[in-house]
């Protein structure tokens, strides 16, 4: 088994940046596939970014290339997200998810099979 953990997550200005993490315990998975997810209120769930298992490819919707970046320490089992120029739009509970898998990275939510609880961001106008 697989436990997430987000945090980072908190009230900034639009423009403002912050660092989300995802601290993962249990089975190692620095060779997993893993992602963001956003999920704002009364919208559905949205693939935001991904890094495959091997750490060589990364993946973003096209809503926040430019100013999201995921990376992970593989050694610490870490996954991170930059993000960067935050936009109120960018309001929701943020995801982290992991698939075993070392090369494709899933878009969608039910592909992967571990799941954080999440952690909020707020963007203020």
């Known amino acids: 088994q697989v436990q997430l953990v987000e945090s980072g997550g908190g009230l900034v200005q639009a423009g403002g940046s912050l660092r989300l993490s995802c601290a993962t315990s249990?089975?190692?998975?620095?060779?997993?596939?893993m992602g963001w997810f956003r999920q704002a209120p009364g919208k559905e769930r949205e693939f935001v970014a991904g890094?495959?298992?091997?750490?060589?490819?990364?993946y973003y919707a096209d809503s926040v290339k430019g100013r999201f970046t995921i990376s992970r320490d593989s050694a610490k089992n870490t996954l991170f997200l930059q993000v960067n120029n935050l936009k109120p739009e960018d309001t929701a509970v943020y995801h982290c998810?992991?698939?075993?898998?070392?090369?494709?990275?899933?878009?969608?939510?039910?592909?992967?099979?571990?799941w954080g609880q999440g952690t909020q961001v707020t963007v203020s106008s």
């Open positions: 890094i495959n298992g091997s750490g060589g490819n990364t």
């Open positions: 249990g089975r190692a998975v620095r060779t997993y596939s």
């Open positions: 998810v992991a698939k075993r898998s070392y090369y494709s990275v899933p878009y969608y939510w039910d592909e992967y099979e571990y």
